[in-house]
């Protein structure tokens, strides 16, 4: 029996995180819960520093394959908690901070060693989803 997804469905899930995401947060560590990816590494949680995310900020489009993509755009997060030791900037967080909910968490490219002051280029990237196989 063939399988089939409509494009919609997929389209459904990208604007829910384009209409709802208000934060691109730089983490050490994944964050598991939205409190661990807003609250401060260093006291508990795995934030380093964020960023505003707006609908404008996200493009949808034809995915790589057979699925469908949204675009990130470009954004320079500051890190701003303080720390002695360089941390690991090593996961992406997508927040909704009016549902106080994680909408999904990405691994950058590179994960780099920072430090408070920094200020970090997060290139454009995709959230893609496939259609069912």
């Known amino acids: 029996m063939a399988k089939s ?35 401060n590494f260093g006291s508990g949680g795995n934030r380093l520093g964020d960023v505003a995310l707006a609908a404008a900020d996200m493009t949808l489009s034809d995915g790589a394959g057979a699925g469908r993509k949204a675009t990130v755009a470009e954004k320079i997060i500051t890190v701003d908690v303080a720390a002695t030791d ?28 920072v430090l408070a002051g920094d200020n970090i280029e997060v290139a454009t990237f995709d959230l893609e989803l496939s259609e069912v196989t």
């Open 5 to 39: 997804l409509n494009t919609a469905v997929l389209d459904e899930a990208l604007n829910y995180v384009k209409n709802n995401a208000t934060k691109l947060v730089l983490c050490s560590g994944e964050p598991a819960t939205y409190n661990a990816a807003t609250t």
């Open 86 to 113: 360089p941390d690991k900037a090593d996961h992406l967080a997508v927040v909704d901070d009016t549902g106080s909910a994680l909408l999904l968490v990405n691994i950058p490219d590179i994960p780099r060693e």
